[in-house]
């Protein structure tokens, strides 16, 4: 297992995202980011087990996305006070 922390310069590069989520098998991020994935559909190759989704309300419309764009990828909200989500 590794962690890895992705520059900012990156961040908004689609190629160098696809290329880092590839072997990447938990993802947390706020459900904005999370929607640009998979809207720009760089998760497609990814070995995805897990999603984090957290910072920002989670909205149906994104959690209907996740389920039909990736098969048997858990999706965890952690939305809400920090101490009830911790």
């Given at each position: 297992s590794q962690l890895i922390l992705c520059r900012s310069e990156f961040i908004k590069s689609?190629?160098?995202i696809q290329k880092l989520l590839k072997d990447t098998e938990t993802l947390l991020c706020v459900p904005?980011?999370?929607r640009f994935l998979q809207e720009e559909e760089?998760?497609?190759?990814?070995?995805?087990?897990?999603v984090i989704l957290a910072g920002e309300n989670l909205d149906q419309s994104l959690?209907?996305?996740h389920f039909d764009k990736t098969?048997?990828?858990n999706l965890?909200?952690?939305y809400g006070p920090t101490?009830?989500?911790v």
């Open positions: 689609s190629h160098h904005s980011y999370y760089l998760l497609s190759d990814s070995k995805l087990v897990n959690v209907k996305l098969k048997n990828v965890f909200n952690e101490e009830g989500t």
